[in-house]
């Protein structure tokens, strides 16, 4: 069973850049596992910010990217706003079945 | 505009079945697959399994393999997942999303629907 890890908490102050990876215990995580980010507050439903790697929607903040790096999927936000503080989750997909991970809880302090 | 909107909450007994359903608007029906998703109080979200709106064609993962089963009526436009054979760990939200780019994207996400399995 492949389990999809990120990191649990990250707490910043505005204005700074943070990065949040996605880890597959599949392996390197790459193109083919259509790597999607999701951004969630309380209460809402989760909200799309990339799919497969870094495809924005027209609502991404430019402030956000998506990207590949050291073998995981990344979701870099820059600039960080207040606005930003939310659940943060990856979605990967090894062959046809998706796989959510834990999701990182971001803090802007 | 692109729409999904989810039918209300449901309360069910364990060993019950829930049909939950998703109807859209806004966008050509057939064009694009529909995801269910669920999540479970303060987890988070788990990948159910698609439903290729045009020909019916389904992929479930694999832990609900023989127990959910996803529809579609293109005449009302709505898609449907049922799970059956409910537990205490079904009580979640469950969603239901429109693929965009192919079905590894999930561009569009209904509302949501409170599940609730409780005796």
């Known amino acids: 069973q492949t389990v999809v890890t990120q990191e649990p908490s990250l707490t910043v102050s505005p204005g700074v850049t943070v990065t949040l990876t996605c880890a597959s215990s599949?392996?390197?995580?790459?193109?083919?596992?259509?790597p999607n980010w999701f951004q969630q507050k309380p209460g809402q439903a989760p909200r799309p910010l990339f799919y497969?790697?870094?495809n924005e929607y027209s609502w991404t903040p430019a402030r956000f990217s998506g990207s590949l790096l050291g073998g995981k999927a990344a979701l870099t936000l820059s600039n960080v706003q207040p606005e930003d503080e939310a659940q943060y989750f990856c979605l990967l997909y090894h062959g046809a079945q998706g796989i959510f991970g834990g999701g990182t809880n971001l803090t802007v302090l | 505009q692109v729409q999904l909107v989810q039918s209300g909450g449901e309360v069910k007994k364990p060993g019950a079945s829930v049909k939950v359903a998703c109807q859209a608007s806004?966008?050509?029906?057939?064009?694009?697959?529909i995801t269910w998703v669920r999540q479970a109080p303060g987890q988070g979200p788990e990948w159910m399994g698609w439903i290729g709106v045009y020909n019916g064609n389904t992929n479930y993962a694999e832990k609900f393999q023989g127990r959910v089963s996803m529809t579609t009526d293109t005449s009302t436009r709505t898609a449907y997942m049922e799970l059956r054979a409910l537990t205490s760990d079904d009580t979640a939200v469950y969603y239901c999303a429109k693929a965009g780019q192919g079905v590894y994207s999930l561009d569009v996400w209904g509302q949501g629907t409170t599940v609730t399995v409780s005796s």
């Open positions: 497969r790697i870094n």
């Open positions: 599949a392996g390197a995580v790459t193109g083919g596992n259509f």
């Open positions: 806004g966008y050509p029906f057939t064009s694009y697959a």
